[in-house]
């Protein structure tokens, strides 16, 4: 169902694409927009468990996409030195495809805006988090992409400096 990858040799493993959704804190969502055009979005999230939590408004283009089909993707770039002598980037980036879901349970939709919420400030009080969500609440929608197929890739650059770097 899905491609694969052309370039192996600068593939990365599950494991490294997972970590680079994990250290990662704005992605670009993909999705297909109106009159057949893609539509993609940059966004926080959350990743854990193989699935990928945002926030949104309860309405605009986003959530009519999403209603109106679930497959989307979600692209995050990991790092992307530019090397101008060499007219190329060094990069490392992950692409997850899925399915997204708009929350509706109450539960979930808490949950999920709470682990969002501690992603972006771990610090903060648990009092202080909730009121701050509360206040938000009523003007809030959580969509949940569930992760089918993840792939990462590398610079061929960087392939070859850690196979130098292995002994």
């Known amino acids: 169902m899905f491609r694969a990858m052309r370039r192996k040799r600068q593939q990365l493993s599950r494991a490294e694409a997972e970590a680079i959704l994990e250290r990662g804190t704005s992605g670009v969502l993909a999705v297909a927009g109106d009159d057949g055009y893609p539509y993609a979005v940059p966004l926080s999230y959350v990743y854990q468990d193989g699935k990928l939590w945002f926030h949104s408004a309860k309405s605009g283009h986003k959530l009519d996409a999403v209603r109106r089909e679930e497959k989307a993707s979600f692209c995050v770039i990991d790092q992307d030195q530019v090397v101008p002598e060499e007219y190329t980037t060094y990069f490392r980036s992950a692409i997850a495809f899925g399915r997204v879901r708009v929350l509706e349970d109450e539960g979930e939709v808490r949950a999920a805006i709470d682990l969002l919420a501690r992603r972006y400030h ?33 610079a061929i650059e960087l392939v070859r400096a850690r196979d130098r770097a292995e002994p």
């Open 122 to 154: 771990p610090g903060d009080s648990q009092e202080h988090r909730r009121e701050t969500i509360q206040k938000e609440y009523s003007a809030l929608c959580m969509l949940e992409l569930t992760v089918e197929h993840l792939t990462g890739k590398e």
